[in-house]
């Protein structure tokens, strides 16, 4: 796996960049989600620096988190994820009102913020914890996510099969602390990294002028 333009800014001292056994929906931790108003999705889109904005935005979320999930490694180290062979993806666990925010929403925000026609990673970050990925943590996220899944894939705004993946939730494990918003924590870095990424470059030729990204 490997992470380009961000992983040289990291050597040039530019920025510092920024996974448990496979369990069924319901065993996944939720850290953050406690209060009986909120629910919890899980996206996998890439870097997740910059999967945090788009989410952060909506009224009704509460909070987004940073980590790796999907893997066979208990509570990894971001330098264990990017070394590979841990089966972690970097992910985006959202706590949101169901009340105010609607997961269908949720799922439009996170499909306008991704590449699904690239299946070896997200930009210029490539690799498997880069993959593009829908985790789901019970069976009305999932027949949600499936049924959005096709609905853009007949729709014919894409000229080849989307390949992102929907699969049951498994333990979200945070990443460090100064991962997390790093995009507000870091404005100037983080534009630098997803400037030299190509990602709102490669978002507009997808889905056209950027809403949200």
Known sequence: MRRTACW???CLGLVACGPG?????EDAPSPGASDPGTAVAIFAGGCFWCMEGPFDALEGVVSTTSGFTGGS??????????RG?????EAVQVI????????????????R?????DATGQFCDRGP??????????AEQR????????????SGRLDAPVVTEIRDAAPFYPAEDYHQDYYRKNPIRYRFYRTGCGRDRRLEELWGPAEAH
């Open 96 to 111: 949101y009102r169901p009340a105010q925010l609607s997961y269908e929403r949720l799922l439009e925000v996170f499909w």
């Open 21 to 25: 056994q496979a369990s069924s929906p």
């Open 143 to 154: 027949r949600l996510a499936e049924a959005s899944k096709q609905a853009l894939e007949r």
């Open 113 to 117: 913020n991704v590449d699904p026609l």
């Open 73 to 82: 490694v208990a509570d990894p180290s971001y330098e264990q994820v990017v």
């Open 129 to 138: 914890s880069y993959r593009s990925t829908i985790f789901v943590r019970d």
């Open 85 to 89: 062979g841990t089966g972690h993806v």
């Open 8 to 10: 040289m800014a990291v």
